[in-house]
């Protein structure tokens, strides 16, 4: 739902910097890299209940994340530097409900299941419209120029970073703030169902 404003305001210093390492020689896959490695150090951090030094390193990945792409439009663009983005954030987005649940098990293992399958949910909605979108030939800006097609919804990247940010600020308030989450995650999915229907059918 925010990505759209978000992008309008972080892209122009992304591109800057992004046109900077690609001039230096940085490739988007090694920027790609870098940024799950700071998302998977981020993890440990949350599960051993360092939880700012988790925030900072969130936010270091994520910035990680939306440079890999301004330095592949300076650079070549390819369809594997796209898959590897994809697949890494994904797996970023369940390492961090994780890292909540491994700090403390007894308070937080049932919130965060729901809000892991809650994105199983809401990344399938998305990746099978993405195909089904490819195979029809449809095509988006909406969300900038991407590898996959982007279907826009309440809960989108903005939006998992915010919520992201209030677990590292508030931990004792995750399992409420994951339940919340995952009902926006949920009823995304719904949404791009409901989409689906209407847009694919024949």
């Known amino acids: 739902m925010l990505d759209g404003w ?10 800057r910097a992004g046109r900077s390492l690609a ?24 599960a051993l209940e360092a939880y700012l030094s988790g925030l900072f390193l969130l936010l270091l990945s994520r910035i990680g994340d939306g440079l890999d792409g301004a330095v592949a439009r300076h650079t070549r663009k390819s369809d594997f530097g796209g898959y590897l983005d994809i697949v890494l954030d994904f797996a970023f987005y369940g390492l961090v409900p994780l890292g909540f649940v491994l700090a403390d098990p007894s308070a937080n293992s049932v919130a ?10 809401n990344g399938a909605s998305f990746l099978a419209y993405a195909v089904m979108a490819e195979k029809r030939g449809l095509s988006t800006d909406a969300r900038g120029e991407k590898s996959l097609f982007f279907t826009t919804g309440l809960a989108e990247a903005t939006e998992t970073i915010a919520f992201f940010v209030a677990f590292c600020l508030f ?8 339940f919340v989450f995952a009902a926006l995650c949920f009823y995304t999915a719904v949404s791009r169902i409901v989409i689906a229907a209407r847009t694919f059918r024949e």
Do not use: H, K, M, Q
Not at 34 to 44: L, Y
Not at 112 to 121: E, H, P, R
């Open 6 to 15: 978000a992008r309008a305001r972080i892209d122009p210093a992304l591109d």
């Open 23 to 46: 001039r230096s020689g940085v490739t988007a896959n090694a920027v790609t890299l870098a940024a799950f490695a700071a998302g998977f150090a981020a993890f440990v951090a949350i």
């Open 112 to 121: 965060g299941a729901v809000l892991i399958l809650s994105f199983y949910v």
């Open 171 to 178: 931990p004792e308030w995750f399992a409420v703030l994951a």
